[in-house]
Structure formats: C-alpha cells, structure tokens
C-alpha cells in the first residue's frame, strides 16, 4: 500500500514550458487535491476533484488544468509555465465518504523551479 | 475568504511544553485540524477537533477550542527532537466537501 504517490520528485522548466505532474492514490478515495506551498503562505488549493469524473477550481487555479483520468489518478498540467509558479506541489486525497471530512492525506511532493 | 493565521516561528527547549496558537474567521467550521510536516516530506493529519467540543486530549497532545474568540491551540506536552516540524493548523466548513483552508504554518524547533 503505497499511499499517494507524485512524480516527479523535483523539474527545473524554462519560463513557456509545459509540463504535467502526476499523482495517484491506491486506498479507492473518493476526493482528490492538488496544492501549492510557498514560504509564509501555507499551502493554497489549486483544483480539486470531489469523485471520480468531476473537477473544480480552488483558489489559486490560474495557468493550470487538471484531468481526473480515473478513480486513482489525478494529474496537474502547466501549459505555459511561468516563474511565478515555481513552489512545492502535493497532491493530497481524501475517503470523504463515511469518513472524517477533512482528513487527508498527502503525497511527498514535486519541488518546481521554473527559470 | 476565510483566513486562518498562525504565528511563523516556535523555539522550545527539549522536555518543555509546546503551544502553538491558531485563529479562524469562518464560523461555519465543522472540524479544525493540526497537520504536522517533516522536513521533505507532505502533511500528516496530527490530531482533529470537532466545532462543539472545547478540548481534546491525545497522548502528548491538547486541542483547546474557544469558538467564541475563533481561537484553536496545539499543546505538546515533553517535546522531543523529533516534534520539529511544521505544524499547520487548518479549517472545513460544512458544506466544503473536504476542502481545507490551511494557515501559513508554525515551524517548532526543538534544542537540546
């Protein structure tokens, strides 16, 4: 049982560079999350998706797209980057149904510098 | 939007008391969290607390709860090395389908 696993660990972009970040779960969660950590900011929610075949924005969900592709795996895509969006992103699922709400539980993350 | 606010920085000695302090401003909040993370690594949920209960105590760990002031506290009790970490306290409200507003963190560092 691998919990929340993301890939890659670390990417260094050029500024208009795409890329995806992958994420995928094995405990059959219903809810799904991708943030972003920056210094003295805590992490802000990007999309999330509350079960499989939906998707919604959080609050900071400008310059990316999301894409539920199936119950375990959840993917965040920069199209262009920017510098701005170089921070530590972890995506995060969730049980929801029939358990805590709230309760998540996180991947080790993808360290993003764009230059 | 809501906004949960904590203090940056904690410096504590070896087998002390630890308190971590935590403000909230969305009354609707059905539970507040305390997540912990370790250097490298994501968040891991520490303890939990339910918006009716003023107090829960867990092993080295006390949640105080006083809604009326939206003030949530982290109190470690005989910490050790090992709590350095970020502590983030975090906030659902009832109608968030487990979304979470997270605070900026507390970075606790624990001296000999």
């Known amino acids: 049982n691998a919990g929340v696993t993301q890939t890659p660990k670390f990417q260094v972009l050029k500024t208009g560079q795409s890329m995806t970040l992958q994420c995928a779960q094995d405990?059959?969660?219903?809810?799904m999350y991708w943030y972003r950590q920056d210094p003295g900011m805590g992490l802000r929610l990007i999309y999330y998706?509350?079960?499989?075949?939906?998707?919604d924005k959080g609050e900071v969900p400008n310059g990316y797209n999301v894409s539920r592709l199936n119950k375990r795996e959840f993917s965040l895509r920069l199209e262009s980057a920017a510098p701005s969006q170089t921070s530590v992103y972890f995506c995060?699922?969730?049980?929801?149904?029939?358990?805590?709400?709230?309760?998540?539980?996180f991947g080790p993350g993808t360290r993003l510098t764009v230059t | 939007g809501e906004d949960v606010e904590q203090s940056l920085f904690l410096s504590v000695r070896e087998g002390d008391s630890s308190v971590i302090n935590c403000t909230y401003t969305?009354?609707?909040?059905?539970?507040l969290y305390w997540y912990k993370q370790e250097p490298g690594a994501g968040l891991q949920l520490l303890t939990y607390?339910?918006?009716?209960?003023d107090m829960k105590q867990d092993q080295r760990l006390t949640v105080l709860l006083n809604k009326k002031d939206k003030h949530l506290s982290l109190r470690i009790a005989d910490t050790q090395t090992g709590d350095s970490a970020i502590y983030f306290c975090?906030?659902?409200?009832?109608?968030?389908?487990?979304?979470?507003?997270f605070g900026a963190g507390t970075q606790v560092v624990v001296t000999p």
């Open positions: 969305d009354s609707s909040s059905t539970y």
């Open positions: 995060a699922s969730s049980p929801n149904a029939g358990a805590l709400l709230g309760e998540q539980y």
């Open positions: 998706s509350a079960s499989e075949g939906t998707t």
């Open positions: 405990m059959n969660h219903n809810s």
């Open positions: 975090a906030e659902s409200g009832t109608d968030s389908w487990g979304k979470l507003q």
């Open positions: 607390i339910f918006s009716n209960m």
